[in-house]
């Protein structure tokens, strides 16, 4: 089956530094990405939609100078935290889909503690 | 707007017996309907999805869900529960390409306990 890796799996940063975290799809193109951030308890919240060699499209409320998104090709994307604050820290899980596909499949997420 | 509703916070269920978590949604145009597993600082598994046809599918770890479209429903169902079982388990909507979106909306999450 389709695989996503993210890398790092966790981190933690000191607030003020920003941090970079990649998803990539092993064994597929995906034409879009997906970014998530994930509460305690609570269901992924979508942050953005990224499709390769376009500019992200972000979801209301979520300040894309501070979440840089990249989609440089079909297999990598990358979110950039920038200027971390404590209240970043949080869970935050990518997904791609291959071209036609009904179905994305997700990385194993990236736990982000910033202090 | 589409919407996906998991009435459940959690589901207990003694290993052995069947289980059932519970999912309703809202769609413009025909659903795509998918279930989710996560375990602990893990991200999703996929376990099904309906996208058309017989409305009873059959997914990993032996989890089935049934497609019903007059009560708009799509629940995950398992005949015999394992401790293993037991985790997040999120429902999922997106819309065909007739209409809505089709970026996928997820429930809210149902915390499936298996008690040996």
């Known amino acids: 089956g389709a695989v996503v890796s993210q890398h790092p799996s966790w981190v933690i940063c000191k607030s003020g530094t920003s941090v970079k975290i990649e998803c990539r799809s092993l064994?597929?193109?995906?034409?879009?990405m997906f970014w998530y951030r994930q509460f305690p308890k609570q269901s992924l919240m979508l942050m953005a939609t990224?499709?390769?060699?376009?500019?992200?499209?972000?979801e209301q409320g979520v300040e894309k100078d501070k979440f840089l998104i990249n989609h440089a090709s079909l297999t990598l994307s990358t979110l950039t935290v920038t200027s971390a604050h404590p209240e970043d820290s949080s869970f935050y899980i990518c997904s791609a889909r291959p071209g036609r596909s009904t179905e994305a499949f997700f990385g194993q997420g990236t736990r982000l503690t910033v202090v | 707007a589409q919407s996906v509703a998991q009435p459940e916070d959690q589901v207990n269920v003694a290993e052995g017996n069947p289980l059932t978590v519970k999912c309703t949604y809202s769609?413009?145009?025909?659903?795509?309907l998918f279930w989710y597993v996560q375990y602990p600082n893990r991200g999703l598994q996929f376990l099904l999805k309906?996208?058309?046809?017989?409305?009873l599918v059959k997914g990993s770890y032996g989890f089935e869900a049934e497609f019903n479209k007059s009560q708009t429903s799509f629940h995950l169902k398992k005949p015999s529960a394992l401790v293993s079982d037991s985790a997040l388990y999120f429902c999922?909507?997106?819309?065909?390409?007739?209409?809505?979106?089709?970026?996928?909306?997820f429930g809210r999450g149902t915390s499936l306990i298996v008690h040996p």
């Open positions: 769609v413009s145009g025909n659903p795509y």
């Open positions: 999922a909507v997106r819309a065909d390409a007739s209409g809505g979106s089709y970026i996928p909306t």
């Open positions: 064994d597929f193109q995906a034409t879009t």
């Open positions: 309906y996208i058309t046809g017989d409305n």
């Open positions: 990224s499709n390769e060699g376009s500019k992200a499209t972000y």
